[in-house]
């Protein structure tokens, strides 16, 4: 495993570094966007859709490096069709847990069978898997930033009408008439989510970062908007956190933002547990 | 308004609809009673497009609700159990989350009051207060309610019939009531739809009972969260 270390690099000095500086750019915009769809996934009970999706990735991670493409590309690609093959599943009524398992253990055969026919880049794969946030390139940049673009705009233009499909699916069925262009732009930018945040904290630890900041902020919040706002803040946090502290420990970023969450979510449950405590 | 010829509907091998036929006019309150499993969900799920229409035809205001595009003329009110526990949006929220009505809506039922607050921490009554708020946002011809008074006491049951009671008059609504309270339709549906998977009994509120004897033998009454609900068996 590879470990970055500045010895004697202050904070600020850390700035300087052009890699650095993509880093936290990057790592921030993963944050607001995995932050912004988390809430309606955690609501909508599809929790682990992320986590599907992002195993998924992993078999189009291996295509990319056995066609020789952009393997960040194919796999943006596979994932956005899988996302859509998922919910097509769930409407012929499949139980969504189950159509997830479907698509996950799908991407890994296909990631496994492709390793282990060329075992050349398993090291790059590797990075795929716990991600390489240190490691970010224009065209990773470029992409990301295209997709927090795109998914602040969705929210903004959408925000009641994905709150009230949350609220209730039939209801907004009824009563919303661009209900399902409204699903289908949602379909997709989940699938996007799912990809960038694959480059900062890995395959195997996105749905921490899709599903956590919503359950921490679900712990303190008072609204649905609420909500947003405190997943967003705890995201941020603990990119921020996680990146700087990787450096002061040198240990991996991906596994220091997940274990900023989860300390976040241990706070917040107590002060939830305050709460609690007082209302008796 | 509501006209169903021969409506058939099965979920795979299971048949939980046979030859439904009956009509229901403009400006009627009609209870659809029948046991658990009866397919009273299923019929109002048609009604709404909600569910395909697999065999038959079922029309309202004389239109196919296969050809129907636009359905927010049906305000529907689902069971308010279906809301996840955890959803932190308030009144206010969910109330503007449905862009084409307006709130004012909410003070005719009392909600005014409770607009900042969390929807899934208010009591039962005021649930359903708020589901009915947001279904009549739309101003809809017609109004589904799925099983409105389960697991609510009988003082705010009396009070939430009253007021659908005075909202029908108002608006002149038809309105369809999927219950099991066999108890209250007289005192607030003009009819009553009785199936069990096809069509057992319809006619007057005021002789439901006499139509359930028929129908299904008897009937008996058992509480429920503190109240008297008279219950097809």
Known sequence: ?280 | MIQAKKVSFSFDELSVLKNISFEIEEGDFVAILGPNGAGKTTLVKLITGLLPLQAGELELGGESVRSIKDRTFIGYVPQRYSIDKLFPGTVKEILASQKSGSLTAGSEFGVGSLLSQKFVELSGGQQQRVLIALALQNQPKILILDEPTVGIDLKTEAEFFALLKSMKEKYRMTILMVTHDVGMVPTVADKVLCINHHVCCMGKASEGKELLKKAYGSYEVHHHHGSHHARVI
């Open chain 1, 1 to 280: 495993m590879k470990f970055t270390t500045i010895t004697g690099a202050t904070m600020l000095e850390l700035f300087n570094y052009q890699f650095m500086q993509k880093a936290l750019l990057g790592g921030l915009a993963i944050a607001v966007i995995t932050s912004l769809i988390g809430p309606f996934l955690v609501l909508r009970k599809q929790s682990l859709l992320g986590d599907g999706l992002a195993h998924l990735a992993f078999g189009g991670v291996a295509l990319g490096f056995l066609i020789g493409w952009n393997p960040f590309v194919v796999a943006l690609l596979v994932v956005v069709g899988g996302s859509f093959f998922v919910q097509r599943l769930i409407r012929k009524n499949i139980y969504g847990d189950a159509a997830i398992a479907l698509i996950l253990s799908f991407g890994v055969g296909i990631g496994v069978i492709i390793t282990g026919i060329f075992h050349g880049f398993t090291a790059d794969l590797f990075n795929y898997l716990i991600g390489s946030i240190l490691t970010l390139n224009s065209t990773d940049m470029a992409l990301i930033l295209a997709v927090l673009v795109v998914m602040v705009l969705f929210i903004s233009i959408y925000y009641e009408k994905i709150v009230f499909i949350t609220f209730n699916e039939e209801l907004a069925r009824l009563q919303q008439k661009d209900n399902a262009l409204v699903n289908f732009i949602f379909t997709l930018l989940v699938a996007l989510a799912v990809t960038v945040s694959i480059r900062a904290v890995g395959i195997l630890l996105v749905s921490a970062l899709l599903v956590l900041p919503t359950l921490i902020a679900l712990k303190i919040s008072k609204s649905f908007r609420g909500t947003m706002v405190a997943a967003v803040a705890a995201s941020v946090f603990a990119m921020v956190v996680g990146i700087f502290t990787s450096f002061g420990l040198n240990l991996p970023p991906s596994g220091m933002i997940v274990m900023t969450l989860f300390f976040l979510y241990f706070f917040a449950s107590l002060k939830s547990l305050a709460g609690w405590v007082r209302r008796i």
